[in-house]
C-alpha cells in the first residue's frame, strides 16, 4: 500500500434484491473511489440505497457483482469470520438509534470493541478513557443508555466506534434523531475525529444542514452517484 | 469485563425471568438429589461381597422355613465354604412401633460369611461364647442408646416361648461397624440355639441361609447342585446370589428404580421445555443486539459460546443450589432414619450424575438460542427497529 492506494475503490459494483421472481437493481455497474481521510456526506431520497451502500462498505453486505476494494485489497469475497477480523480492525459503526447495550455502563459499551483485541485490562480501560474524553462524556461512563440523552447516548456510540482506533467510520443518520443542537455538537465532534484525528468518515443523511460538515456531498438516485464539492 | 461479564449480565437482565428459571431448575436437581438418595438406600448392601455370596431359600419362597438338616448337607456339597443358617425374628422392643430387624444366627457361620461386619476381637468372642449374646449394629445401638453389658428384653410378634412369654431376654455383647459403609448396621443378630430351644413351635428350622464357596467362578454350579440335592424332597430349595436375592426382596416394594426414574425423568422433561423455550424466546429478543456484536466483529463462534455460556451458567447455579439443598435435606433425614433406613445418602456418582446433567441440560436448552444467534444475519436484524 502507498499514499497513492485510496482508501476505498468500488468497481462495477452491483446490489439487486429478488423479490418474489422480480429483481429489484439498487445500484447496477457503480465505479466509485473514497480516499484517506475524506468525510463524505451520502445524500438521497429514501430507498435510494444508502444504507445499502455502507452495508456494502461495512462488510455486513455482499455485492450481488463487482468488487469492494480497501487498501487495494477485495474485501467482497472474504468469509464471514475474515470479514468480522476485517471489521473489527479498520471499521467504526455510528448507528441513527445508538444500538448501545442495555445492560452495559457506558465505559462498558465503549470497551466491547476491545474485547476482540489483545490489550490487558489495563490497557483497555485507559483507552476507553481516552475515547469518553474525546466525545467529552467521561462524567457519565458509570451511567447506562437508559440514564443519558440521546445526544449523550450518540458521544457513547461514537466513542465504541474510535476506541480501537479504526481507519474508517460509517454512520448511518447518526443525527437523525436529535434535535438541532444536538445535532450540530454531535456533527461538530465527526469533524474534529476526521480533521485532527485523520478519521475517514462515510456519514448518511436526510439533513442538507448536516452534509455541510463534510468535504463532499455525494447525492444517490436511482443507482447513480451525483457529486458535488463543499467548500 | 471480559466474556463472562456478558454471559452475567444477558443471562440477569430480568431479574425476575432468570431466578424463575434458577428455581425450576433448582427444584429438578433437588429432586433429583434427594430421590438418588432413596434409591440409594434401596440398593444399600449390593456390594461386591453380596454379588459373590449364595443364599438357599425355600422354593415356594423365602417366609416358608426349611429343615434344620439341610445345614448340615449343605455343609456337605462339593465347593461349599461356609453356610450360615438364619432365622427371621420380626421383634419389637418396649412398643410395637419400635420395630427391630432382628435374625437368630448361628454366631461363627455368620460372621464367617459377612466379612463386612466389623467386631473387635474380644465382643466378638464374647459374642460367639455367650449363649443369650447378640450383636447390634451401630445405627440400631445408637438409636435406642445400647451399649455393651446392657440386657434388653426383645418382644417378638410372631414367635411365642413354651411359656407362652413373648420376651427374649439379650445381653448386647458386642456392636458390629461396617468398615467400609456399604454394609447396614441397623440390625442385630443372635444365637440360633438360645431361640430355637424355648420356641413354643416351629422349632428346627431356618429361613434362609448364607453360604460362600471355595471359588465365586463355581457358584453357578455349586447353586445347582444344593437345588437338584433337594428336587423332588417336601422342600425344595432356590439358591442365587444374594444381590439377586435381594433385588427380589426389593422387589415387593415395586419397581424403585423405574419409579424414581419415570418421576425425575418427568421433572425433567417438564423444566427442560420450560427453560429451553424461555431462552430460544430471551434471545430473540436480543436479536438486534447481536447484530450489533457481529457488526463490531465479534465473531458467530464466540457469539454462539457467549449464548450457550448463558444456559450453562443458569443450569449450574440451579443446579449446584438444588443439589445444595438435597444435601441438607438428606443428611438431616438420613440421620434420622439411619435405624429404619440405612444407606440414605448423596453418593459420590449420584452428585457426578448430577453435574454431568447439569451440563448437559444447559447444552441442550442453550443450543438451540446460541444456533439462532450466531446466524443473525446484521443487515436483516439492524433494518428491524
Ligand atoms: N433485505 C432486503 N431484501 C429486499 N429488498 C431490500 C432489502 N434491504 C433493502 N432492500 C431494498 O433496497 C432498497 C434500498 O434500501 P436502503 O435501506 O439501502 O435505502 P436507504 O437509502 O437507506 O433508505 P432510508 O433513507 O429510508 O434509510 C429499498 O428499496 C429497500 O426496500
Ligand atoms: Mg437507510
Redesign the interface.
Known amino acids: 500500500m502507498t499514499d497513492a492506494t485510496p482508501l476505498y475503490e468500488l468497481k462495477g459494483l452491483s446490489k439487486r434484491y429478488m423479490r418474489g421472481r422480480e429483481a429489484t437493481t439498487i445500484f447496477d455497474q457503480l465505479d466509485m473511489t473514497i480516499s484517506h481521510g475524506d468525510f463524505i456526506a451520502v445524500m438521497g431520497p429514501s430507498g435510494s440505497g444508502k444504507?445499502t451502500l455502507l452495508?456494502l462498505l461495512?462488510g455486513?453486505?455482499a455485492p450481488s457483482s463487482g468488487e469492494v476494494r480497501f487498501e487495494g485489497a477485495r474485501i467482497d469475497n472474504l468469509g464471514?469470520?475474515q470479514l468480522?477480523?476485517?471489521?473489527?480492525?479498520n471499521v467504526g459503526?455510528i448507528?441513527q438509534?445508538y444500538?448501545l447495550?442495555?445492560?452495559?455502563t457506558a465505559a462498558?459499551n465503549v470497551?466491547?470493541?476491545l474485547?476482540?483485541t489483545k490489550l490487558s485490562a489495563g490497557e483497555r480501560k485507559k483507552r476507553v478513557k481516552t475515547a469518553l474524553d474525546i466525545v467529552g462524556i467521561s462524567d457519565r461512563a458509570g451511567h447506562r443508555p437508559r440514564q443519558l440523552s440521546g445526544g449523550q447516548q450518540q458521544r457513547v456510540a461514537i466513542a465504541?466506534a474510535i476506541v480501537a482506533d479504526p481507519k474508517v467510520l460509517l454512520a448511518d443518520e447518526p443525527t437523525g434523531d436529535l434535535d438541532r443542537a444536538t445535532a450540530d455538537e454531535i456533527l461538530q465532534t465527526l469533524q474534529l475525529l476526521n480533521k485532527d484525528m485523520g478519521k475517514t468518515i462515510i456519514m448518511v443523511t436526510h439533513d442538507p444542514a448536516a452534509a455541510k460538515y463534510a468535504r463532499r456531498e455525494l447525492h444517490l438516485d436511482k443507482g447513480r452517484f451525483v457529486e458535488k464539492e463543499l467548500a | 469485563?471480559?466474556?463472562l461479564?456478558?454471559v452475567r449480565?444477558?443471562l440477569f437482565?430480568k431479574k425476575l425471568r432468570a431466578v424463575l428459571l434458577m428455581v425450576s431448575i433448582l427444584i429438578a436437581f433437588l429432586i433429583f438429589g434427594v430421590l438418588g438418595a432413596v434409591q440409594n438406600a434401596f440398593s444399600f448392601g449390593v456390594n461386591t461381597a453380596a454379588q459373590e455370596r449364595l443364599v438357599t431359600v425355600n422354593r415356594v419362597n423365602f417366609t416358608v422355613p426349611l429343615p434344620y438338616a439341610y445345614w448340615g448337607r449343605i455343609q456337605q456339597v462339593d465347593g461349599v465354604r461356609d453356610v450360615a443358617p438364619a432365622s427371621w425374628f420380626g421383634g419389637y422392643y418396649q412398643q410395637p412401633q419400635n420395630f427391630i430387624q432382628a435374625f437368630a444366627v448361628d454366631p461363627a457361620s455368620y460372621l464367617a460369611v459377612y466379612p463386612e461386619m466389623v467386631v473387635p476381637a474380644d465382643q466378638r468372642a464374647a459374642f460367639i461364647e455367650g449363649r443369650t449374646c447378640a450383636l447390634a449394629g451401630r445405627a440400631l445401638a445408637t438409636q435406642y442408646g445400647w451399649s455393651v453389658g446392657d440386657r434388653i428384653p426383645l418382644m417378638s410378634n410372631i414367635w411365642r416361648q413354651t411359656d407362652g412369654s413373648e420376651a427374649w431376654d439379650l445381653d448386647i455383647c458386642g456392636v458390629f461397624d461396617d468398615l467400609e459403609g456399604t454394609y447396614p448396621t441397623n440390625y442385630l443378630i443372635f444365637h440360633y440355639d438360645y431361640f430355637n430351644e424355648s420356641l413354643a413351635y416351629g422349632r428346627d428350622s431356618f429361613h434362609w441361609m448364607t453360604l460362600t464357596t471355595v471359588d465365586p467362578a463355581r457358584n453357578d454350579e455349586v447353586s445347582q447342585a444344593i437345588d437338584e440335592l433337594f428336587a423332588n424332597s417336601r422342600a425344595e430349595t432356590a439358591t442365587s446370589t444374594e444381590a439377586a436375592f435381594n433385588a427380589a426382596f426389593m422387589e415387593q416394594f415395586g419397581n424403585i428404580g423405574l419409579i424414581l426414574g419415570l418421576v425425575v425423568s418427568a421433572a425433567f422433561a417438564t423444566i427442560l421445555m420450560i427453560v429451553g423455550t424461555t431462552m430460544v424466546m430471551a434471545v430473540n429478543e436480543r436479536t438486534?443486539?447481536i447484530a450489533?456484536?457481529?457488526?463490531?466483529?465479534?465473531?458467530?463462534?464466540r457469539i454462539f459460546r457467549m449464548v450457550l455460556g448463558e444456559s450453562l451458567l443458569l443450569s449450574l447455579l440451579g443446579g449446584l443450589i438444588g443439589l445444595g439443598l438435597a444435601w441438607l435435606a438428606v443428611s438431616g433425614a438420613g440421620a434420622a432414619m439411619a435405624g429404619v433406613m440405612p444407606g440414605i445418602a448423596l453418593t459420590t456418582p449420584t452428585m457426578l450424575t448430577a453435574l454431568g446433567l447439569m451440563l448437559v441440560f444447559g447444552l441442550v436448552t442453550g443450543l438451540l438460542p446460541a444456533m439462532n444467534a450466531m446466524r443473525v444475519r446484521?443487515?436483516l436484524a439492524?433494518?428491524k427497529?
Open positions: 444504507t452495508n461495512g455486513i453486505d464471514q469470520g468480522a477480523k476485517w471489521r473489527a480492525a459503526f448507528f438509534f444500538n447495550m442495555p445492560t452495559l462498558q470497551e466491547m470493541p474485547l476482540l465504541r | 469485563m471480559n466474556d461479564t456478558l449480565k444477558n437482565r438486534k443486539e450489533v456484536m457481529k457488526t463490531l466483529g465479534f465473531p458467530a463462534p446484521i443487515a439492524l433494518g427497529i
